[in-house]
């Protein structure tokens, strides 16, 4: 660290030392030119009215107010008894760049102004000259150049502070944009693994079930129903395998085939994986079909089979009815069941799967509600808007 540097150091950690250096040097400049010039010094008290007026310089920035008012006075009293100008003459000038600093513009210039007129006429007064002398005019040019000094000073690091201010909002914003992303990416990787696996596992369930159920008494029987879980299995990895693949990032080294979003066009398949796992279900398809935007066909897809494995796990045994309507600038997503047996969490539609339906239906600023039916059962439904289709 150089010597200069570590000087700075020292006059951040401790302003007082520069105020003394300066007053100081102010000082010893005033005694050298009255030792040159010794009519400059009439009067044997100078040098201790001196030293008076350079150490306001150690108020100023603690009492700036009462910094400027004892050296203006000082200077005053100076002049008066017949004092010359001097080193002397910078000290309340420098009081009043620190005081300009603090204060707001019309006030800094109404005080310099204010100042620079008085000490103007104690010199126009105590020297005999009009008020176009060059002492008077110098005078009261310099306190004006304090102000305007000072001020400048304010307003730039005003706006510097302004500057810094906002870049600080816009990188807490950024940050907070960053984080809001991650969230969402985090639920939205959430939701597709849940989707992506509770349909598949919760046929494996069943259909384990259902073998270890036959496995002695009817072995054909038990032996397809592995069939189905071997099947269930494959279904599931291949699908988890899509969905992480979509997360690994270009270049990893490993090429991976996506596999199209799910769509309406594949409920079919979907309803099959059901009533081939022993699940009743009925399917009714209400209006003209037509292919509806990728992310609307994956949510109404999604729902769909969130809501079928709700059944399976929630109501086994109860009989499902899924309705598809396509409307205008709408479709209209229904599954209903008769089944009774709901746990507390399903029922008040706070289980996990019903919150990423929900969630579904949301991303494509649709609605959703599920609940109890009056006469028995349960139904889950979800209103999707379809963009660019006006709704009737």
Request: proline fraction near 5%; charged fraction near 20%; aromatic fraction near 6%.
């Amino acid at each position: 660290m150089s010597a200069l540097t570590e000087m700075r150091r020292r006059l951040r950690s401790h302003p007082w030392l520069g105020n003394a250096a300066l007053g100081l040097t102010l000082y010893t400049g005033t005694l050298v030119s009255w030792s040159k010039s010794p009519d400059h010094a009439p009067w044997a008290y100078a040098p201790v009215l001196g030293a008076l007026i350079c150490g306001t310089l150690l108020l100023q920035r603690r009492w700036p107010w009462a910094a400027l008012g004892a050296s203006a006075a000082g200077l005053a009293v100076h002049f008066m008894l017949g004092g010359q100008r001097s080193s002397l003459d910078a000290v309340p000038v420098v009081v009043m760049y620190t005081l300009a600093l603090r204060l707001p513009r019309r006030r800094a210039w109404a005080v310099g102004m204010g100042v620079a007129l008085l000490m103007g006429a104690v010199r126009a007064i105590s020297s005999g000259q009009s008020w176009l002398a060059p002492d008077v005019l110098g005078q009261v040019a310099w306190f004006g150049m304090a102000t305007a000094i000072g001020d400048a000073t304010r307003s730039r690091r005003a706006y510097v502070a302004a500057v810094e201010e906002r870049a600080r909002r816009a990188e807490e914003t950024r940050e907070e944009e960053a984080e809001r992303r991650v969230m969402e990416e985090r639920l939205r990787i959430a939701r597709e693994l849940h989707d992506v696996l509770a349909h598949q596992i919760a046929l494996i369930n069943v259909q384990a079930q259902v073998a270890a159920h036959l496995l002695d008494a009817e072995p054909e029987q038990a032996r397809q129903a592995l069939g189905h879980v071997r099947h269930a299995g494959r279904e599931a990895l291949g699908e988890l395998r899509a969905t992480v693949g979509l997360l690994r990032r270009p270049g990893s080294g490993e090429e991976l085939v996506a596999e199209p979003s799910p769509s309406l066009d594949r409920l079919p398949d979907l309803l099959g994986s059901f009533t081939g796992a022993g699940q009743k279900v009925d399917y009714l398809l209400i209006g003209d079909a037509r292919p509806l935007p990728a992310p609307v066909e994956l949510a109404a897809f999604r729902i769909v089979q969130e809501a079928l494995t709700n059944v399976s796990k929630h109501a086994p045994g109860a009989e499902a009815d899924v309705r598809i309507t396509y409307g205008a600038g709408k479709v209209v997503v229904e599954v209903n069941d008769d089944g009774a047996g709901r746990d507390g969490e399903i029922a008040l539609g706070v289980g996990h799967g019903l919150i990423g339906m929900r969630e579904r239906a949301l991303s494509v600023e649709g609605t959703f509600r599920a609940g109890p039916l009056r006469g028995g059962g349960f139904q889950v439904r979800a209103v999707l808007p379809v963009p660019g289709e006006e709704a009737a």
